[in-house]
DNA sequence: GCCTAGGTCCCGTAT
DNA sequence: ATACGGGGCCTAGGC
């Protein structure tokens, strides 16, 4: 169907496919009008929209990583043909969302049976970078020993608590890359957290362990008295 | 080009269409592998590819608005046949990144010509709710006086900085949706350092403007002496 | 080029 | 359902 389709049966080669949990594009002159968390507005242009069987939609331009326009999994998608020209409307609730894709004309519509069991792998992750810290906490500094991942405080969870080799508490904030200020702030409160329930001869350090660190972050962290030590993912 | 086509025929089509600034999209069983900034391996399925002329790859499974794979825009793409399998591979510098996209079989290749001159309008952005409170600055508080937005400290740029009734400092830090304890440590870091940069006679007031705000995040307001007003970015 | 913060962020996990 | 933090986040705007 690659030719100046004729709009019925666009219209139902769009439901057929989505009927039958295919993954469906459409290509052509749209206009796209987006509300819910936000709205927006698209005048006409080419693109391709995806529709995806777990209820996706994705508005492509020529231009850019991300979608113009979307509508997340879990949407439900309706085809209408109003005055020959097809319209998309895709929508869910909480929050309530609408998508609604106007075709002025189509170039190509195309069906695609998807199945895929694989698994992404991904590698140099946070998760890589504390197996590397709890494989080897001398990384870190010599004498540290992890005690515990995911250790709860009243402004979240700590990514690695454990000991410095003076018996101070240490709290371990891990950035798999180069860190900002906002990482900072972060580290921060868990330090905070950790000293309000600790008893109050205890020393709480806080190390912010990332490959490299902005200069603003640096200052925030001399500021408030916490540390950096610079690590990578991998090895 | 749509029922199994020639291997040949399927490059020159990729080829050609990315020659001449096309869109152009590639379904199919294929691995991917991914290296740069992290590394990550795909086994075999069925995915559509999209190939865009400003140099962005997708990799879209059956689910999910994220591409399993990508690349950002500013990538080349080759397109290579090896043993009458083809191979597409993205690749950038700075950082240096990779993505191989390597095909068993391909059901369909498609070409679009693609012009897209309108551009997206968003309501209900942060942008609004700024401009809302410029406006009328007693919906934050009443006697409020906006004294410049973007206003800048060592810790970065105040959203909007004023002063209230009394003649105290205010600091506005907004948020077009719920915050978090991250908005927190935002609002916390411009009031102290604009409490560091005032004479210390001066009163500096944080208000976190937000439609609404988590209790954690709402108890480190407390904490830290700082105030929350309720307000949409829309009217 | 790096830094900083916004985003209809999406996404997974835990509560 | 909401909350919280990670992400190869991407993207825009400054410097």
Same sequence: chains 1, 2.
Avoid at 43 to 63: F, I, N, Q, S, W
Avoid at 64 to 93: A, F, K, M
Wanted: hydrophobic residues 35%; aromatic residues 4%; proline residues 6%.
């Amino acid at each position: 169907m690659d030719a100046t389709p004729d709009p019925v049966a666009v219209r139902d080669t769009v439901q057929t496919g989505l009927d039958a949990g295919e993954l469906v594009t459409v290509f052509g002159r749209c206009r796209v009008e987006y509300d819910g968390r936000a709205s927006s507005t698209l005048g006409p242009g080419d693109r391709l929209l995806v529709l995806k069987p777990d209820g996706t939609a994705l508005v492509h331009t020529d231009e850019g990583h991300q979608p113009v326009n979307w509508q997340p999994p879990g949407c439900e998608h309706e085809v209408r043909l109003s005055d020959g020209t097809l319209r998309i409307h895709s929508s869910r609730t909480t929050p309530e969302e609408t998508l609604d894709v106007c075709f002025e004309t189509v170039t190509a519509v195309n069906r695609y049976a998807v199945t895929d069991d694989s698994e992404l792998s991904v590698s140099g992750t946070e998760a890589d970078l504390r197996e590397r810290v709890l494989e080897s906490p001398s990384l870190v500094e010599s004498g540290f020993e992890p005690r515990a991942t995911e250790r709860e405080t009243a402004a979240g969870a700590i990514d690695i608590y454990g000991v410095d080799e003076r018996g101070n508490a240490v709290v371990v904030e891990l950035k798999r890359r180069r860190v900002g200020p906002d990482a900072v702030g972060q580290l921060d409160r868990y330090v905070t957290a950790l000293r309000r329930e600790s008893h109050d001869e205890t020393t709480v350090r806080g190390l912010l362990v990332a490959p490299s660190v902005t200069d603003r972050a640096s200052e925030l962290l001399a500021d408030r008295g916490l540390e950096f030590v610079a690590l990578e993912p991998h090895s």
